[in-house]
């Protein structure tokens, strides 16, 4: 059974950095063709992916926030953190991280299974 | 980046209808694109992948069509539980981009 699970701070102030850590189980990021994603909402409004990270460490940002993103993965914790540096209250979203599956050059099918989120404000 | 549009925005009908959404991609994307479904206070789900295959468990009333540049998804007789919102995705090429989405409401 395949399940992710976010964890982090519900509030930041604006210029910190955000840490966010993305648990998961039933998977291993060490298996070729996995890979892990985050995507953030903001309160009543669209989805938007931010980055991606795969079994062959290979990264891939957003392209508006890829000067603030970083995404890194610890195999043997089974985890996946995305950091995002000088933090605005613009920011204020729920975070979402997913799986999805490579093959060939493209993902497999998607996001097939998601996080539950959490809930980051930012404000003084 | 690839660009979508997706319409509409906002979409009302009633129990037993049949209801289209479409996105349409600023370039061709082959078939890489997905349909999800997404319920208030709840993860987005995955409906379609490959713009026309149905993730296991998803019914039948669900169906997605197209390839290229316009896509669309149908939902024939809707049932109460399909009143959600629901965005399309492009991961043909990075970065991914998710459509604006297309609340369904009850009318």
């Known amino acids: 059974q395949v399940t992710l699970r976010e964890s982090g701070p519900a509030l930041v102030k604006p210029t910190q950095t955000l840490t966010l850590t993305c648990t998961f189980s039933?998977?291993?990021?060490?298996?070729?063709?996995?890979?892990v994603s985050w995507v953030r909402q903001p309160p009543g409004k669209a989805l938007e992916w931010l980055a991606l990270?795969?079994?062959?460490?290979?990264?891939y940002y957003s392209t508006s926030l890829k000067t603030r993103l970083t995404i890194s993965k610890d195999t043997s914790k089974n985890q996946v953190v995305l950091t995002m540096t000088n933090m605005d209250p613009v920011d204020t979203a729920t975070y979402y991280c997913?799986?999805?599956?490579?093959?060939?050059?493209?993902?497999?099918?998607?996001?097939?299974?998601w996080g539950q989120g959490t809930l980051v404000t930012v404000s003084s | 980046a690839i660009w979508m549009t997706q319409s509409p925005s906002l979409l009302s009908a009633s129990t037993g209808d049949r209801v289209t959404i479409s996105c349409r991609m600023s370039?061709?994307?082959?078939?890489?694109l997905a349909w999800y479904q997404q319920k208030p206070g709840k993860a987005p789900e995955l409906l379609i992948y490959a713009a026309s295959t149905l993730q296991s468990g998803v019914p039948s009333r669900f169906s997605g069509s197209g390839s290229g540049t316009d896509f669309t998804l149908t939902i024939s007789c809707l049932q109460s539980e399909d009143f959600a919102t629901y965005y399309c995705q492009q991961y043909y090429s990075f970065p991914y981009t998710f459509g604006q989405g297309t609340k369904l409401e009850i009318k």
């Open positions: 990270i795969d079994w062959d460490d290979d990264k």
């Open positions: 997913a799986r999805a599956r490579i093959g060939g050059q493209q993902l497999v099918k998607g996001f097939d299974y």
């Open positions: 370039q061709g994307i082959s078939s890489y």
């Open positions: 039933g998977f291993s990021l060490s298996t070729s063709g996995m890979c």
